[in-house]
């Protein structure tokens, strides 16, 4: 008698088994082989284990993409391949991002070579017009704290001399390398300037722009302190 | 006559219109050309209701209309060229002088290869333009004044150099000298481009802005901001 129950019943639980190792292979398929639970790297600290942890944080994230945000990723990386800043696709793809789609451009920012400002700067303003979280503010945080890119050439060297003569010609190269976190303090003015904005985020973008006053770059700074000026007059 | 004269006019209708717009040197790229080209085309879509004063001034017509944009540089561009323009640093640069064709335009590799906002760089390749113009002896900057302080009282240096600015011809008196029609340009766009993307002006503002603080001439300065910063933004529309 018992063998009559026994059977059927582990039959139906190696079978429950093999139907839920189907779906999550699936899952992975959908989401273009992101890296499983499984891979995610063991805890280490300092700088590397938080990097580490991003990415692992970002992964599972994008596990959580849905055919939507793999969409808007990928209308994204068009924009930004074509060049073209008057897409406007800007203005009407990139709104009430999910947070899954909102982790895969913060992974696209990261994955730029710092000297990339235009890109870079691009995914800090879209993603500035949805700041809805904590983790949406420590983004822009992580982007106001890192250190000054020094030359549109190479971030980590100073530009190379030139002609006395030419000097004329350098127009608006100090807000290019600054670009990404002037465009943080652009996407936190708005904040302040828009109807209904959540106050613990209003509260979060002050620290921020107070913050953002004591950067290295002298243009972020003035242009922090000028932000702050105008939204304290009321201008 | 009528039968000489009837080809004649056929002719001439079938000339091509692009055959006034600007040539490439041999040695230019073809992704440089490619992405000049897409530039332009880039500005070409612009359009806007009103522009100000100042801008319907230099470009003409009393609306934003990105074919007078690029007719302003087909107007005055006859040769785009590669060079280095004497700086590592330098997107764009005319070279005027006996020996030179100040109508051509030189851009470097940096064009293509430095990350600037696209309506930035069209900022610099439209104040470059503006330098062609011999009837205006090719619009000659001013010396920046000693000493040349920015708003919070800081000299001001080129980020190139680490060199202060004060005694360099970096600067201009006249709203309609290159760095003034670049800010004319660049906060019409941001203040009257209909189609614009919030990006585009955003980063028009931003540059314009940055220009401005070239401006040493106090009239020039009041007659600028009464053009152009008048009106206060409602919100960054972002």
Redesign the interface.
Known sequence: MRKRVLVPLILIFVVAAAWKGLVQSQTETVTGGAGSSDSAPPAISGAEGSALGRQAASEEKKSEANPNDLRTLKIFDEIIAS??????R??TEFRNLSPAAKAMLRDRYRNYQR?????R??VV?LL??NLTSAEDMTFLREVLSEPPCR???DCEK????????????????????A?PQ??VL??I??LF??DGSDPQRLEEAKVILEAAKRSQS?KVR?LA?AIQHRLSSG? | MKSISLPILILSLAIPATASAYTFDKDVPQATRDQITQDLAFLETFQGKQSTPFHQKVFGGKTIDGKAYVKFFTDRVSAVGMDDCGNPNAVACVITGIFSDSSKIWLTNNYIKFSHPQVAKMSVVFHEARHTEDANSNWPHANCPTPFLDAQGKDMVSIWTGARLEGQAACDKTPFGSYGMSVILLKNIEKNCDNCTAKVKMDAGLYGDDQFKRMTDKKAIADMTKDLYTVKKKNNQI
């Open positions: 060049r073209n800043d008057n897409d406007p800007l203005d000297e990339k400002r235009n890109e700067g691009t303003f500035g017009r030359s549109m050439k100073d530009p190379a001399n030139g002609e006395a003569s030419s000097l004329h010609q350098d127009m608006g190269t100090e807000i290019s390398l670009y002037v465009v652009k996407s003015e708005a300037e828009r002298d003035d302190g201008e």
